[in-house]
């Protein structure tokens, strides 16, 4: 292969978890509730929530919290599961079929006026067309309630596909174990976008699939979003 097409796809790779990152970000700070913050603690303007209509330099993690891989540890440890090549996050308290081990966690502490925020994440790039990711965090206790869980999953939603230049085309309500979801999809370019999310007490889960079809085909996508199990 000729080193520029390579660097081309490199590149290509590194901006698509770029792209996801900053989308979930943009969802995770949009929450009911959360407001984004100065580093000094104080209300950015006049506290308003933060929305997807932010910018990215308007999302700024906290500045001993600079995003990086983290070591694994015994923690959260990558786990693979030789029949069904699942992933396990003792952490995380999940397990999912990725196709193969993930890169991650990668952590980010984000401030907010309910509260610190950490978030996790994890991205297998199956190429410069199409990655696997998973992300959780954990919201201050009150943030989210029965009253609102089912609007924040929305805002979430909405939020995310926004981003990500693009809107909901499909959604459904979800349950696992109990605990509240929302299963929700949509386009960009050639792009398809297929996720679920959770909440289970305050951890918020989010995980699916960015890719063409032609990629990560809609069967592959669903089989790994449908393995998701809480642990």
């Not at 308003?48 to 440890?77: G, I, L, R, W, Y």
């Given at each position: 292969?000729?080193?520029f097409?390579l660097?081309?796809?490199t590149?290509?790779r590194k901006?698509?978890k ?5 989308a ?5 700070l ?6 984004q ?13 933060v ?18 891989p983290?070591?694994?540890n015994?923690?959260?440890n ?26 991650g966690?990668?952590k ?11 978030n996790?994440?994890?991205?297998y ?13 954990d ?6 309630t029965?009253?609102?869980v ?14 990500m230049?693009?809107?909901?085309a ?12 929302l299963?929700f ?5 050639n ?5 679920r999310?959770f ?5 918020y889960?989010q ?7 032609s990629e ?16």
């Amino acid at each position: 292969m000729h080193i520029f097409a390579l660097l081309n796809k490199t590149q290509k790779r590194k901006e698509m978890k770029k792209l996801i990152y900053a989308a979930m970000v943009t969802a995770l700070l949009g929450a009911a509730s959360c407001y984004q913050t100065t580093t000094n603690n104080k209300p950015n303007g006049q506290g308003t929530e933060v929305t997807d209509n932010n910018t990215d330099n308007n999302v700024k993690p906290s500045p001993d919290n600079n995003v990086q891989p983290a070591p694994d540890n015994k923690k959260d440890n990558k786990k693979e599961d030789k029949d069904n090549n699942s992933f396990k996050s003792e952490e995380g308290r999940f397990s999912i079929n990725f196709p193969d081990a993930p890169n991650g966690p990668t952590k980010n502490n984000y401030t907010t006026k309910a509260g610190t925020i950490e978030n996790v994440q994890y991205v297998y790039t199956k190429s410069d067309k199409g990655s696997y990711f998973l992300s959780y965090s954990d919201y201050p206790a009150g943030a989210v309630t029965d009253d609102n869980v089912e609007s924040t999953l929305k805002t979430q939603a909405e939020s995310f596909m926004k981003k990500m230049g693009s809107k909901i085309a499909k959604s459904s309500s979800e349950r696992l174990d109990g605990n509240k979801g929302l299963s929700f999809s949509g386009k960009r370019d050639n792009l398809v976008i297929n996720m679920r999310s959770f909440f289970v007490g305050k951890r918020y889960y989010q995980f699916g699939t960015i890719a063409e079809e032609s990629e990560i085909s809609t069967k592959e996508s669903n089989k790994f979003i449908d393995s998701f199990k809480i642990k």
